[in-house]
């Protein structure tokens, strides 16, 4: 903020908003001088930065506080970010038709054995596996038992360290679609029936 006398005394004559005038006015007046937009210290240069989806003229030492603006650019670092986030978005959000595909991918069913095989020849305790996949020692025996089934993240840390195939592209079961005969109920049955 701007507290030299000349400033009060100009913002005394011209109003609240004299703050941006008397910048303009000083600068045609010095142009050795130019003065940070933040702290109000009048430097010898200021560079262009963004801090918080703004553009300032600041010294050295507030240049710290934001982004140092690229030549040629308009937008604020945040915007390009917001930008392509929301595209990341839309594109996961997009319905899929699943009958369309042919595939999926799943779990194998012998995986708590091929788990315990590579594990065993690797002569990893199950604690050593647990450790080196961030997981607890529990949670791998379980999988080793068969009684827990493992997410998908467990899955791919697995297949990771082990070295195996956890996954495996089973084609699609697509339901057959039966029109109903001349048996069959339908809406109009109901809608129709008889009253007792």
């Known amino acids: 903020m701007l ?3 000349p400033f009060i005394r100009y913002r005394r004559e011209h109003g609240r908003a004299a703050r941006k005038y008397y910048l303009a006015k000083r600068s045609c007046d010095s142009p050795m001088a130019t003065i940070c937009e933040l702290c109000g210290k009048e430097v010898p240069e200021t560079r262009t930065t963004w801090i918080e989806g703004t553009q300032l003229k600041l010294c050295k030492d507030c240049q710290k506080f ?9 937008e604020s670092p945040n915007k390009v970010v917001i930008a392509s986030r929301l595209e990341q978005r839309e594109r996961r959000m997009r319905t899929r038709d699943v009958y369309k595909e042919e595939e999926t991918w799943e779990l194998v069913e012998d995986y708590n054995g091929r788990i315990r095989e590579a594990r065993n020849s690797r002569g990893w305790s199950t604690e050593q596996l647990a450790a080196k996949i961030n997981e607890k020692s529990s949670v791998v025996s379980k999988v080793e038992a068969g009684d827990l089934k ?3 993240e467990l899955v791919a840390k697995l297949e990771k360290e082990l070295k195996i195939a956890l996954m495996e592209k089973v084609p699609l079961i697509k339901p057959e679609h039966k029109a109903g005969g001349p048996g069959a109920l339908t809406m109009e049955y109901f809608m129709k029936k008889p009253k007792k």
């Open 3 to 5: 507290c030299s006398a």
């Open 66 to 74: 934001g982004d140092k603006a690229k030549p040629g650019t308009k």
């Open 150 to 152: 493992p997410t998908d």
